[in-house]
């Protein structure tokens, strides 16, 4: 079984699938230690400036931002008692989830399908499918 698993939410319905199997699969290994992680996009130097012009901290406001999607993605973990630990990273999804996995010894990714048509799937790839083929350990894609 899995020692560390990471999970990757963006606070969606799809990623909620994933902190779900997540917790089901730590709760048959007591030791288990899950880590969540949300990927933040980079803020756009204008939109900073903007935000700094008016008195506002474009990575406070970030975190805070990120900071509500883990805590809104965690109860599946609250629901079985799983001890978990949560990071914001910023960058891209895929890479961002894959630099995490590798920098905690994750033994298990964890994400969920986001349902791209097919097209759309083609032209921009999607978060899942990037991470299935870099990942530095087994992944499992929910649905």
């Known amino acids: 079984m899995f020692e560390k698993i990471l999970v990757a939410t963006d606070g969606s319905q799809e990623a909620l699938k994933a902190v779900t199997a997540a917790a089901e699969l730590a709760s048959l290994k007591p030791e288990a230690k899950v880590t969540l992680l949300t990927v933040t996009p980079p ?33 599946p973990l609250k629901a079985r008692n799983i001890s978990y630990t949560y990071q914001v990273a910023v960058g891209d999804p895929a890479d961002e989830i894959c630099r995490v996995a590798e920098a ?4 298990l990714i964890v994400v969920g399908r986001r349902g791209l048509s097919g097209v759309r799937e083609l032209l921009a790839g999607s978060v899942s499918s990037k991470v299935v083929h870099h990942a530095p350990c087994s992944v499992l894609v929910t649905q």
């Open 104 to 107: 905690i010894g994750a033994d």
């Open 43 to 75: 803020v756009p130097s204008y939109v900073a400036l903007q935000l700094r012009e008016n008195d506002l901290d474009p990575a406070a406001l970030q975190n805070q931002y990120a900071e509500e999607i883990l805590e809104g993605s965690c109860d």
